[in-house]
């Protein structure tokens, strides 16, 4: 009598941690990875760059592999991906903008020609192996993100990937409660779960909410607007761009991981403005002060980025002057918290002035609260 494959799962980085998200799915001789992801290193990690998962398991079992599958398009899901396939060449599934994304990562680094990617969208379902591979859509800070239901005859593990229960997201995309209903009904076998704000009790708040403070920040602005928040955060940059041309601004837009994703959502159609509303950086100099909003990294004090250099009075094109209002839309990955303040100060004093998280709504969390 032949036993029943064993069903495992075997987290390969992301659990009690912030990033480099990575798990692998095993049921018998057959592995699924969800997600692969990217970690930024801690301030006495001296000489690192970034921090991937350790994927010793799965270089050990190379032949059981079948895939990976994404949930979204943020560095600490998809960063690790261009080091990853170097050893680990597999089929990766990913909805539209997440792989759009991707291919400029591994372009950059010189190993899209040999990847196999393929184009995935909410409702579908694939066959790898022995799995069957649902991807239902969720609301994040980010558009065309997923859950990911895996059916294995044992049962369905669920693992949501990160999500929260916007009911009026930017894209009207809303998560597709019918569907995590029917999975409830017929029964779930595992669910993981995001759970970065678990002790945040209540509901997290919508990203439109942010909408509404940059309309008031804008409304009462007199001179060039400065919007630090991560690249990858396009319904942010999505609202930013549309609050800027409600009031006449032109954007520019600094630092090459926010260029690369401004440039492919616009071309994949998530991110939408007017004709002549992106102006380039060069430019912002001849219009008036009133009429400019520049979109910029930096939102985590990165010692490199392009706010922190503006701060410092070392940026090449972009100069604080007196009366700039400069927004840091995102709050500090833990670790951070330190550069973002001494990038806070360094813009006090050269006259700016500077909204961030503590004192006003200038962020969301893209992650469920207690009663989520």
Do not use: W
């Not at 954007?251 to 440039?263: D, E, I, P």
């Amino acid at each position: 009598m032949s036993k029943e494959p064993k069903l495992a799962l075997i987290p390969l980085g992301g659990l009690g941690e912030i990033g480099k998200n990575m798990m692998a799915v095993k049921y018998g001789d057959n592995i699924l990875v969800i997600d692969s992801g990217l970690m930024f290193p801690e301030e006495e990690m001296l000489g690192i760059d970034v921090v991937i998962p350790d994927i010793t398991y799965l270089l050990e079992n190379r032949d059981l592999v079948r895939g990976i599958v994404l949930t979204h398009g943020h560095e600490d899901h998809i960063g690790a991906l261009p080091y990853v396939l170097r050893q680990l060449n597999v089929p990766i599934y990913g909805t539209k903008l997440t792989l759009g994304l991707l291919q400029g990562k591994l372009k950059e680094n010189n190993v899209l020609g040999g990847a196999t990617l393929n184009t995935v969208k909410p409702r579908d379902i694939v066959e790898i192996g022995p799995f069957k591979v649902e991807f239902i859509r969720v609301s994040h800070s980010i558009p065309d993100a997923v859950a990911i239901g895996i059916h294995t005859p044992l049962g369905v593990v669920l693992h949501t990937g990160d999500f929260k229960l916007d009911q009026t997201p930017v894209d009207a995309d809303v998560t597709d409660f019918h569907r995590f209903a029917d999975l409830g009904r017929k029964g779930v076998l595992v669910l993981l779960s995001d759970s970065t704000n678990v002790e945040r009790p209540g509901y997290t708040m919508s990203e439109r909410a942010v909408g509404q403070t940059f309309d008031e920040t804008f409304r009462a602005a007199r001179s060039r607007i400065i919007i630090a928040t991560f690249a990858s955060n396009v319904h942010r940059l999505q609202q930013a761009i549309s609050t800027a041309f409600k009031y006449g601004r032109k954007v520019a837009v600094v630092g090459r991981s926010m260029v690369n994703v401004v440039s492919i959502a616009t071309e994949l159609g998530y991110i939408t403005f007017p004709q002549d509303m992106l102006v380039e950086l060069d430019e912002i100099n001849r219009l008036p002060a009133d009429q400019v909003c520049i979109l910029t990294t930096g939102s985590q004090g990165e010692p490199m980025s392009a706010l922190t250099r503006m701060a410092m009075s070392d940026h090449r094109q972009v100069e604080i002057i007196p009366g700039d209002t400069v927004i840091i839309s995102a709050t500090p990955i833990p670790g951070n918290e330190k550069l973002v303040a001494k990038t806070i100060d360094h813009l006090f004093k050269q006259g700016a002035e500077v909204i961030y998280e503590k004192f006003s709504g200038v962020h969301v969390s893209g992650h469920p609260s207690q009663e989520e």
